[in-house]
């Protein structure tokens, strides 16, 4: 025992003598990224309120400070965002992606603070992925997500990781204003209305296991609280466009699973829910195939392709899903260049009533410090009883052109 | 020469086939003790951090930098390759990008990419074994850990070192892949006599035409030992673009383990 403590002893002592003469503690990085975008809407809008504006310009501001020390063991990091749009209200707004305490222990890691968390393997559509808040004025994509107050333990072990959340306080969705683009047309009123007595403070729990098998990448994760989808409910009968979002207490199983072998990647996301209505499942499964080094190119071509299901209730007992019965397909294109060059081109249709999505996201660097990135979404073939209806004629292009500091 | 001194010569000349075949290498035995003694060499190497900067250049003389840090760790068992973890610091782009290898010897790698502003980590397909690493003229294969069974040898002559060690004499050996889905059908390497260190690597593409040349330069020793090389020049013959690498001092045993190179860490890594 003592002479496995001087062991360790002499070991931190070299390790010490080993670091470069640089590394002076702590160790603070500061960085900026600034973007502009311009958002283009080749159609008038469908809803009388809705402004008709064809070029939406706004900006954005995320600066990132970090400081570390215990070489690197201890960690805070802070990262505001900011973004100014000037056609629509509620996309002019703030948040703390990112103000947290990271811990590296002897056997834990432990974060404190606001972060942000991602679980989950497809590509079309996140079922797994829970901890977060999504930030539904930044894109109907809803990838972009709020920062969630939190702490974290993850215990990693031969048996797999494992890893604890309690989430104090619950963060709402943001929508769009009632006149902007991509509103649908309705309000979603600022007061939201909650199952728990305790609103936003009620506790969330999460648990999660995730393990490397071989060639399977695998995570089971359980969460307990307030869903981050809410249901929006017509309260105002003098408005029926005025909707109040309400937060549900649910339970929610779920299963992300990744199998790689050559060039195919074969994944899946299952969930089981309870609290909306009945408990139900629901699933996103696919792949994705990559043609490496094209025709002798540097190039890589990716063929992407999901189901979704998710059998939730279709009354108001449940969030509105337009993932009930749909395909994705989606071809992916890395010029493996200087630039970083690349494109995702993909479809989401509905099996049922063939209503679609069809999005464009493309980016590539520009020198050292800049890069441009382009996003075309476009809501095709809408059906009347589909969500998708709603945004009909708010088909976009959105260009931004990002600035590193 | 006297006249039994010739019969003896005469003699000796008629059994040396035989000899030759008894007791002395074939080109293929010596071209593999070759990598062995390379390998036995830098046995025991532990674990190690560099800081690594690149210079992409094009035909037209544009160039572009990438700056990254390489973690490294030894697996000692032969059957296994070894680990390692790359993070970007730039472009500030792809800032906090960290990418987790763990090399095997002919099966495919295990490797996984961790996305900052997704805080995604992804499970990636390892057949790209060929394509460019980050937009450079280095392929994947070439900057992974060179595990001597991954390869089949020949020796082929020894000469002098050439460009990047004029003074020294060098072995020159070929050597084919053994795993799957290489660029390259072979590379000629030059082995330093005295250090056992590649001075230089030809790569053939699939159609066997020269592709590239790789210079090694600057080598130093640590720990009375290990030899590495500080300047990687990789020229493309076919496009004219080159890349050059440098290093930074290497930190040996700097306390890493395996579980420092596990999944889970990569969203940790800084």
Known sequence: ???????????????????????????????????????????????????????SPSFYLEPEISADWNGGDDRLTLVPFARVDRDDDSRTHVDLREANWLHIGDGYDLVIGADKVFW????????????????????????????????????????GTFSLFVMPYFRERTFPDADARLSGGVRVDDDAQYDSDAEEFHPDLAVRWSQVIGDFDVGLSHFHGTSREPRLLALDPANPSNLT???????????????????????????GRGGHGDYFPAAVAGFEYTLFGVRGSDMDLGFLAEYQYDGRDEDSSAPGTLANNDTFIGTRLTFNDVDDTSLLAGA???????????????????????????????????????????????????LTLIRYF | MGKLQRILALAVLAISPVLQSAYAETPQEKGRAIAEETDRRDLGWGDSDVVMSMILRNAEGESSVRELRLRSLEVPERGVGDKSITVFDKPRDIEGTAFLSHTKILDPDDQWLYLPALKRVKRISSKNKSGPFVGSEFAYEDLVSQEVDRYDYTWLRDENCGEAAPTRECFVVERKPLYEHSGYTKQVSWVDKQDYQPRKTEFYDRKDALLKTLLQLDYKQYQGQYWRT???????????????????????????????FEKNRLKRVR
């Open chain 1, 1 to 55: 025992m003592i002479s496995g403590v001087r062991i360790a002893a002499a070991g931190l002592c070299l390790a010490a003598g080993a670091l470069p003469a640089l590394a002076k503690e702590p160790n603070i990085e500061t960085s900026l990224e600034l973007g502009m975008e311009l958002r283009l809407f080749p159609n008038d809008p469908a809803f009388g309120l809705q402004r008709d504006r064809a070029v």
């Open chain 1, 120 to 159: 989950g393997v497809t590509e079309s559509r996140h079922l797994v992925d829970i901890v977060n808040q999504s930030d539904g004025v930044e894109d109907v994509d809803l990838e972009d997500k709020l920062g969630q107050p939190m702490v974290q333990l993850a215990v990693p072990s031969d048996l």
């Open chain 1, 245 to 271: 979002p309400y937060y549900d207490q649910i339970d929610q199983t779920g299963l992300d699973l990744q199998y790689t072998t050559d060039a195919w990647l074969w994944k899946l996301e299952a969930i």
């Open chain 1, 348 to 398: 989401v249709v509905d099996n049922e009533d063939g209503s679609t999505l069809l999005s464009l996201e493309a980016e590539r660097r520009i020198g050292d410090d800049w890069k441009v990135e382009a996003v075309a979404r476009f809501f095709l073939n809408a059906d009347s009883e589909n969500g998708l209806k709603a945004l009909e004629r708010d088909d976009f292009v959105s």
């Open chain 2, 230 to 260: 500080h300047r990687m020049d990789m020229t493309n013959h076919q496009t004219g673009k080159s890349t050059t690498l440098t290093f930074e001092d290497y930190s040996f045993k700097v306390g890493l383990s395996e579980g420092d």
